[in-house]
């Protein structure tokens, strides 16, 4: 069973940088598109960047040259590298993993971003 395990998160002033993880725990199945959500207080969650298995990568403009998106398949880990992090991305990061077509979430992870 596919149980995602996510890690890396924390407390950091404005320009700083964090790198989230995120794990398949069982790291047994070909894990196909992986993705990184976020939803902050009284907000919807939203898509931040996702990454298919072959390697191709989508990021949204609000991250885009500050945040970068990468995977080991023979691992079955994804990372989310944040740079020059701004109050705004304060929120709780959330893996996703797709596999035979069935959608499957990290437990979360928060990120705090001070002024």
């Known amino acids: 069973q596919v149980q995602l395990v996510e890690s890396g998160g924390g407390l950091v002033q404005a320009g700083g940088s964090l790198r989230l993880a995120c794990s398949d725990s069982?790291?047994?199945?070909?894990?196909?598109?992986m993705a990184w959500y976020r939803q902050a207080p009284g907000k919807q969650r939203e898509l931040v960047a996702s990454i298919t298995r072959g390697g191709s990568s989508y990021s949204t403009d609000s991250v885009k040259g500050r945040f970068a998106i990468s995977r080991d398949n023979a691992k079955n880990t994804m990372w989310l590298q944040m740079n020059s992090l701004e109050p705004e991305d304060t929120a709780v990061y959330y893996c996703?993993?797709?596999?035979?077509?069935?959608?499957?979430w990290g437990q979360g992870t928060q990120v705090t971003v001070s002024s």
């Open positions: 069982d790291n047994r199945f070909p894990l196909s598109t």
């Open positions: 996703n993993a797709k596999y035979l077509g069935s959608d499957y």
